[in-house]
């Protein structure tokens, strides 16, 4: 742009040189000419103007040598460069890579053409690697984790922006803060008009990784009473611990607890009294963290066996001195087993082939179970017979178990009673008489009596007979006898 106080400016060629014409000026007189011109943003150099004056034809100018004026100015290229850094995340965990964009804006008014970088990386950031968007960037490591460095082939005019990526692993050891400091500078000859956006920060927060210790409950053998299995987990942030508690058949329980600094933490379940129960559980603790600090954490699976119980089975047969009809009892009492269920079965054995069973249904756990049976008073056999008792189980949760009891048999018991007796105390010689004379078996036995009768010798013309009552098994016929005494047999009963 250009204007004057006076006359008419106008350009020749180009913009760069111009004609003012049309001046009448008076001795002491002058006239002025204004350009406004922008300064390309890629200038180098100085800039310098020329201004030449020509008199007209026919007059001559006595001083020549003020013709011509030269105005010449150094350029110096002014930007005001301003740097972010973000790498997208306020927390970062340690052993994971972590990307950082690293953006250079060109805030004018003059193009930089290169620049010079410095990256003040974390200590926790491992093999950092940059890659420019634009340009080239050629870090040089001058300090223990200060990267600087120039990045060339640029041409960022004003209102530009360039990025550089710079990527690395975090140390799986780190902790504390993990802050990347950034410093940008123009190139020798520019003037950074604004220092103040020259620097940037990013700090993330590295969580303290957790270590969850659980301690499970030992190896368990069922007994007579309940079990419980249990864990406990130490541990020092906020958040919760899920307790999971997996076992046989699809089992699975699970408890959390909340997590509110130093402490242990426990989990616990009793086992049901009813269903199988053994096998083998398996525990986990997973730390779910409630804040940015610490780093979520499982603790290795620890498992605890439950295994079956083989209760005691105790077993008491009498009599002590049993025979034919006697009745035998075997009383068997079931101690130390988990809420046990099933059956005991009681079986009788002896001589040719005597067998007896009984099954007694356990519905009540632990307790007293019996089984009686009486033999047979007149085919019973003498010797050694055999009482055992087998707690056959209902479950998983209890072994069988068997108990054994002797039991001798004698040979038959039976207490005879005999009794004899004529109706009357006084007799009449000539006359006729009858006794009656009454064996009894009072048991228990089924045997064969004999029955001697010695009867007085005044007794002429004697006979007999023999009335059987129900179990008598034989008998003389009716008969006579001479004086001196006869026998009958007779079995159990009278006769």
Do not use: C, H, R
């Not at 975090?170 to 504390?176: E, F, H, K, L, V």
């Not at 049993?322 to 099933?342: K, M, Q």
Request: aromatic share 8%.
């Amino acid at each position: 742009m250009a204007f004057g106080s006076v006359g008419t400016l106008d350009p020749v060629g180009d913009v760069n040189s111009w004609l003012w014409s049309g001046l009448s000026l008076a001795s002491g007189q002058s006239a002025f000419a204004t350009f406004i011109y922008s300064i390309d943003p890629n200038a180098t150099g100085p800039l310098t103007v020329t201004s030449t004056v020509i008199a007209p034809a026919g007059t001559t100018d006595p001083t020549p040598i003020n013709d011509s004026f030269t105005d010449s100015d150094t350029v110096t290229p002014q930007s005001d460069l301003a740097v972010a850094i973000d790498d997208g995340t306020t927390i970062v965990v340690p052993g994971t890579s972590n990307t950082y964009t690293i953006t250079v804006t060109n805030n004018g008014p003059s193009t930089v053409s290169s620049l010079t970088l410095t990256d003040s990386i974390p200590a926790a950031l491992l093999n950092p690697n940059f890659t420019p968007s634009a340009g080239a960037y050629i870090s040089t490591q001058v300090g223990p984790n200060t990267y600087t460095g120039v990045w060339s082939g640029l041409s960022l005019a004003s209102g530009q922006s360039v990025t550089l990526t710079l990527t690395g692993t975090i140390d799986p050891n780190a902790t504390g803060l993990l802050t990347n400091i950034v410093t940008v500078a123009p190139p020798a000859g520019t003037t950074d008009t604004n220092s103040a956006n020259d620097t940037a920060t990013d700090t993330d927060t590295i969580p303290v990784a957790t270590t969850l210790a659980t301690t499970a409950s030992p190896n368990v053998t069922l007994s007579n009473s309940s079990v419980t299995l249990s864990d406990s987990a130490t541990l020092n942030p906020t958040g919760n611990i899920v307790f999971t508690l997996s076992g046989p058949g699809g089992f699975s329980f699970t408890e959390t607890d909340t997590v509110n600094g130093d402490g242990t933490y426990d989990a616990s379940l009793t086992l049901p009294t009813t269903g199988t129960v053994v096998g083998t559980y398996s525990w986990t603790a997973i730390y779910t963290p409630g804040d940015a600090n610490n780093l979520g954490s499982s603790a290795p699976t620890e498992q605890t066996v439950v295994s079956p119980v083989t209760p005691s089975l105790a077993s008491a047969a009498s009599p002590s001195g049993a025979f034919a009809g006697s009745t035998l009892t075997d009383v068997a009492t079931l101690t130390g087993g988990y809420f046990p269920t099933g059956s005991i079965v009681f079986t009788l054995t002896g001589p040719n082939g005597f067998s007896f069973t009984q099954t007694d249904a356990v519905s009540s756990g632990n307790g007293t179970y019996s089984a009686a049976t009486t033999l047979d008073p007149s085919g019973t056999i003498p010797g050694t017979y055999l009482w055992t008792a087998q707690y056959l189980p209902g479950d998983g949760n209890n072994n069988a178990v068997v108990a054994a009891q002797i039991v001798t048999v004698g040979g038959p018991q039976a207490d005879l009673a005999v009794t004899v007796d004529d109706g009357k105390t006084t007799v009449t010689p000539g006359s006729s008489n009858t006794y009656t004379i009454t064996v009894t078996n009072n048991g228990p036995s089924m045997v064969d009596a004999l029955v001697t009768d010695s009867f007085p010798a005044d007794f002429t013309n004697v006979s007999w007979f023999v009335l059987l009552n129900p179990g008598a098994i034989s008998a003389s016929p009716p008969g006579s006898f001479g004086q001196g005494a006869t026998t009958a047999a007779a079995g159990s009963g009278a006769g």
